[in-house]
C-alpha cells in the first residue's frame, strides 16, 4: 500500500505570513503549483496559501441577509464568517490570505486516506507534518501519478 511518503514532494517551497500577496502569486504561478505552506521564521508551519485563497481576492464581499422575527433582525450570515470574507479579499499579505491552522497529513497516512480527503474536503495540497515539523507537501498531481503505470 503507498503511503504519502512514497509521494509526497520534498524540496518544499514556502512563503512567510508577511510576504506580499502579489510576490506569492507570482511564486505559484511560475512554479505551477496549487499551493504553498506558509511558515513562521523558526520553519513551522502556520497555514497554507492556495490559489483558492487568491481567488477568493476577486470576490464580492457578500451582504448580509436578514430576516425578521418578534420584530428582530437575525443575520443569516454570522459576522465572524463575513469578517474572514473581508480580510481575504483586501489581503495585502500572505498572512491575511491564508487558511490558518490547515489540514496536515503525516509520512505514514495511505494515499487512499489522502484521496479521501481531497476529494470529501475539496483539498488541493495537503502539508505533511512529521513530529511537529514540515516534511513534505501532496498534492492532487502527485495522487494522479500513483495512477499511471
Known amino acids: 500500500m503507498l503511503k504519502v511518503k512514497d509521494i509526497m514532494t520534498e524540496d ?6 508577511d510576504a506580499e500577496i502579489a510576490q506569492a502569486t507570482k511564486l505559484i504561478l511560475k512554479k505551477g503549483i496549487n ?4 511558515v513562521d521564521e523558526m520553519g513551522s508551519l502556520v497555514g497554507i496559501l492556495c490559489q ?3 481567488i477568493a ?3 464580492k464581499l ?4 436578514f430576516f425578521t422575527i418578534l420584530d428582530g433582525f437575525v443575520p443569516l450570515t454570522s459576522i465572524k464568517q463575513l469578517e474572514r470574507e473581508a480580510q481575504k479579499i483586501a489581503a495585502t499579505t500572505v498572512a491575511h490570505a491564508m487558511t490558518p491552522n490547515p489540514v496536515t497529513v ?3 497516512t495511505s494515499v487512499e486516506d489522502v484521496a479521501a480527503l481531497m476529494v470529501g474536503k475539496n483539498f488541493h495540497t495537503l502539508p505533511v507534518v512529521d513530529e ?5 507537501i501532496v498534492g492532487k498531481k502527485d495522487v494522479l501519478k500513483t495512477l499511471m503505470p
Open 12 to 17: 518544499l517551497i514556502t512563503v512567510l505570513p
Open 35 to 38: 499551493g504553498v505552506p506558509v
Open 52 to 54: 483558492s485563497d487568491l
Open 57 to 59: 481576492q476577486q470576490k
Open 62 to 65: 457578500p451582504v448580509p441577509s
Open 106 to 108: 503525516r509520512p505514514e
Open 132 to 136: 511537529g515539523k514540515l516534511v513534505g
